[in-house]
């Protein structure tokens, strides 16, 4: 493909401010640093020694641990802009980066937003304004409603019309908040109540719409990129079905089911959600597909995708290069012909929770960090051995990668790449990935947004002794290294109050309650 090019009236940022934290914030200032941009970062009290802080240029403290004290903080965020010289800000995914207030702000300040315009966001931003959008736009939507409901009686209505069972969903919602799925007549009126208490208390708006529920349907998205000057491409699809309470869990570029034919006409249908939005920059658009391979229009995210990983390993495309390149004012380099799609991609989400206590969160001091590489692997992390993870963000803590030729061989490299990740001190999600992988549904790529609950009631199977022999194996290798060093020092010196025999002792038993699970 070709290189951008710069063009004549533009220059490229010299510094970049990155309104985030975590994992993302770690990825924008490596693709900041990769093209000789300084990047800047933020932080809150709890995260004076994140990650993030300390792979950026400056960093800069913007206020307490609440994230409405700090990074929704629109006016304190300007100000770093301002003291930094920064002349453009990456928002990254969530907190302010689909928010068109904050986008205005920074055009009213003279820095540049990295993403769509607000008026893009507007149009997009409220899913009943984007379903009206969309139906003038001629694009295939879910049956249901266009306009908040008005009442329980409207709601029976439009229920009875199109058929049980339905689903409520907040205007303005995201991540499964106020959706509720209601599979007959007398339990619509509690369900909207619900749903209505629920997004207003969540998004500060307590519109809500119905549309046809339809039953564990694949969950499929299109990445597009459209700049400045009128071009507009997409990117390929991603298979995203396997959720847990409506959030994507394990992620993955191309879908099993999607050949060339419906690739194209997802793409084509993508591409005019885009357009009639007047988009610009990196976005995402959302599809459900029902059994027939019949796709909709769901919704569109006018941000980087936290799966974006997936597509740049099958395109060979640096999104995050490609968005700041685009908000800079430069052209695409390459048009839709030019995209091609190879290879394999699958991501899982390390989160710090625990699948034996409902997944609930599992902050705390990361004690040991031991992390996979190898053929195929790509990590995108937040964290690292010593930090405390905190209790007031969302639990993610990285994103592991796998790719391959094909699906088998990113399955296979993926797998290997799980048994070699640990990480001491807090609970993580990882054995839930182990036993998604070795699923022989998943496998087959029998998939829909119900698979993971299915999985997860069925019995476990039983404990793989080659996962045991593994984990020994890891116990084995550091005790291997670390052994000679204590017996060649005699008493082990202490470290923060602990001695080396009381860590080594630690290690031993949770590789031991590791390999008991």
């Known amino acids: 493909m070709r290189r951008f090019v710069s063009l004549p009236s533009k220059e490229m940022f010299k510094k970049i401010l990155i309104a985030n934290r975590g994992e993302i914030a770690v990825r924008v200032i490596r693709g900041c640093h990769e093209m000789g941009i300084a990047a800047v970062a933020v932080y809150s009290d709890v995260d004076r020694a994140a990650l993030h802080v300390r792979k950026s240029d400056e960093a800069y403290p913007i206020g307490a641990a609440a994230a409405r004290e700090s990074y929704l903080d629109i006016a304190k965020i300007l100000d770093v802009a301002a003291r930094s010289g920064a002349d453009a800000i990456h928002p990254g995914y969530g907190f302010l980066s689909e928010n068109a207030k904050f986008a205005r702000a920074c055009a009213e300040a003279g820095v540049k937003f990295i993403g769509p315009t607000a008026a893009a966001m507007d149009a997009m931003g409220s899913k009943t304004q984007a379903r009206q959008a969309m139906e003038r736009a001629g694009v295939p939507i879910v049956p249901g409603t266009s306009r908040g409901l008005e009442s329980f009686a409207q709601a029976e209505q439009v229920a009875a019309r199109i058929g049980y069972p339905v689903m409520l969903k907040a205007a303005a919602g995201g991540g499964g908040k106020g959706m509720r799925l209601v599979h007959a007549q007398e339990e619509l009126k509690s369900a909207l109540e619900g749903a209505r208490s629920e997004a207003e208390r969540s998004f500060g708006d307590g519109e809500v719409y119905i549309e046809k529920a339809i039953l564990n349907p694949r969950h499929i998205e299109m990445q597009i990129l459209a700049d400045e000057h009128g071009n507009t491409v997409y990117l390929g699809e991603r298979e995203c079905s396997i959720q847990r309470r409506h959030q994507k869990v394990v992620e993955e570029a191309p879908s099993p089911i999607v050949d060339a034919d419906m690739r194209r006409r997802m793409g084509e249908v993508a591409v005019r959600v885009a357009q009639a939005a007047g988009y610009t920059n990196a976005g995402t658009v959302e599809f459900l597909v029902d059994e027939k391979k019949t796709f909709y229009f769901l919704e569109m995210n006018t941000r980087l995708q936290v799966e974006h990983p997936v597509t740049e390993l099958v395109t060979g495309l640096d999104l995050v290069h490609l968005q ?99 990480v001491g001190g807090i609970k993580t999600n990882i054995s839930l990935f182990r036993r998604i992988l070795s699923d022989q549904d998943f496998r087959a790529a029998k998939l829909d947004t119900g698979f993971l609950d299915r999985m997860l009631k069925r019995k476990e199977e039983p404990h793989d002794a080659k996962g045991d022999a593994e984990v020994a194996a890891i116990a084995a290798g550091m005790f291997n290294v670390l052994g000679p060093i204590a017996a060649e020092s005699g008493a082990p010196p202490a470290v923060n109050g602990t001695s080396k025999t009381d860590s080594f002792s630690n290690w031993r038993a949770t590789s031991r309650r590791e390999a008991m699970r």
């Not at 040991?368 to 639990?395: A, F, H, K, N, Q």
């Not at 993610?396 to 640990?422: C, M, N, P, V, W």
Request: glycine share 10%.
């Open 324 to 422: 700041i390149h685009i908000a800079a004012g430069e052209r695409l380099p390459f048009t839709q012909e030019d995209v091609q799609i190879r290879g394999h991609a699958i991501e899982c989400r390390i989160y710090a929770e625990d699948p034996d206590n409902n997944y609930f969160p599992s902050p705390g001091k990361i004690t040991l960090l031991l992390e996979p590489s190898g053929p195929g692997i790509r990590r995108d992390s937040g964290m690292y051995e010593g930090w405390t993870v905190p209790m007031d963000y969302d639990p993610l803590l990285a994103k592991l990668i796998g790719y391959g030729s094909d699906r088998d061989q990113a399955i296979g490299r993926l797998t290997r790449a799980l048994s070699e990740y640990f």
